[in-house]
C-alpha cells in the first residue's frame, strides 16, 4: 500500500524520494500510516558561520492520511503528513566544541494530486476489471504540494525543525506499467516565501529548487513490492538581507525500499535513502526508515 512518506533526510526540505506515489487504486479509499525514521551524517555550512566538523543525528515520527477518491472522472488523492522530531547536532563553532538538541514538530505538508490521463475513477469489481484489461498502461498525473510554517522555530537560532516559511510545489509525474514492472518520472519546482524572522531579525529570501525523481518498481503478486529510487535537485541560492549567499544546491539522492503486507489491510514499508551534496554546502547522510499503514 502507498501512502505519505518520510523522503529522504528529515532535516532537509525539498529532498524527498518516495516510491509509488502515481499509483492507481480504488476511489474510496482510505489510509492511515505512522513512520519512524533516523537520520544522521554530516554537514557543511557557509565558512562565514565559522561552523567545521558538524554531524547531525535524528528521530523523526511521522503521521499520516491518505485519501483517494474521483476529481472530474480521475482518480484523484490527498495526503496530509505531521512530522515530529529530535534532532542534535554536534560540530566545532570557532574551534570551540558546540552541541545542540532539537525536539519538536516540523512543518506538516497537505499534497494533493489527481491522474489525468490512463487511470479513470473507479471502485470495487470495476477496479479489478480494468487492471485486467490494461496490463500495459500509462498515467500522467498532476500534484501540488504546500508545507506549513507551523513547525518548532525560534528566530534567534540558527539551527530549527521548523522553516518559519510556506513552501510550494508543483509537480508532474508519469507512471508506465508493465506487467509487474511500474517505472516512475516525477519532476518537481518548490517556491518559498520569505522568512522575515531569520537568525537574529535577517530576512532570508531563496530561489526556487528543482527536483526530478526517478523509480523503477517491481511487484510480486498482491503481497510484495521492491523499488529502487534516484533523485537530484538543484538551484535554490539563498539571499539574506538582500546579499546573495552564492550557496546555490546540488543534491543526489538514491536507494531501495521495499513493502509487504502482513495483514489483509496492514502493510509495511523499509527504506533507506543515501544523500549527497555535490557542493560546497549541504549534507552527506544515510537514512532508515519504516512505515506501517493500515487500510479501510
Request: hydrophobic share 40%; charged share 20%.
Amino acid at each position: 500500500m502507498v501512502a505519505p512518506w518520510l523522503g529522504a533526510a528529515p532535516l532537509c526540505l525539498a529532498q524527498d524520494l518516495e516510491p509509488r506515489r502515481w499509483t492507481h487504486l480504488p476511489v474510496g479509499t482510505d489510509v492511515l500510516g505512522v513512520g519512524y525514521a533516523y537520520t544522521q551524517g554530516d554537514l557543511s555550512f557557509d565558512p562565514v558561520l565559522l561552523i567545521e566538523d558538524a554531524e547531525v543525528a535524528a528521530h523523526t515520527g511521522v503521521l499520516s492520511y491518505t485519501r483517494y477518491f474521483a476529481l472530474a472522472g480521475w482518480t484523484a488523492r490527498i495526503d496530509a503528513v505531521v512530522p515530529l522530531q529530535s534532532a542534535e547536532w554536534d560540530g566545532l563553532v570557532d574551534s570551540v566544541p558546540r552541541s545542540v538538541t532539537r525536539d519538536g514538530f516540523a512543518d506538516p505538508v497537505l499534497r494533493l494530486s489527481t491522474l489525468l490521463v490512463g487511470a479513470p475513477a473507479l471502485e470495487g469489481a470495476e477496479f479489478v476489471e480494468y487492471r485486467k484489461q490494461n496490463d500495459v498502461r500509462t498515467s500522467v498525473g498532476a500534484a501540488l504540494e504546500l508545507r506549513f510554517p507551523l513547525g518548532d522555530y525560534q528566530e534567534d537560532k540558527l539551527l530549527n525543525l521548523g522553516q518559519n516559511r510556506y513552501a510550494i510545489a508543483p509537480q508532474l509525474g508519469v507512471l508506465h506499467t508493465r506487467g509487474e514492472w511500474s517505472f516512475e518520472l516525477t519532476g518537481s519546482m518548490y517556491f518559498f516565501t520569505d522568512n522575515d524572522e531569520f537568525f537574529n531579525g535577517r530576512e532570508r529570501e531563496q530561489d526556487p529548487m528543482y527536483l526530478v525523481q526517478t523509480h523503477a518498481v517491481r511487484t510480486f503478486g498482491q503481497a510484495w513490492w521492491l523499488s529502487l529510487g534516484l533523485a537530484y535537485n538543484w538551484a535554490g541560492e539563498s539571499t539574506i538581507d538582500g546579499v546573495p549567499k552564492d550557496d546555490e544546491r546540488s543534491t543526489l539522492l538514491y536507494g531501495p525500499a521495499i513493502g509487504f503486507q502482513i495483514a489483509d489491510s496492514l502493510s509495511m514499508r523499509l527504506a533507506y535513502v543515501r544523500t549527497d551534496t555535490l557542493t560546497d554546502t549541504g549534507s552527506d547522510t544515510d537514512t532508515l526508515a519504516v512505515a506501517w499503514t493500515y487500510r479501510f
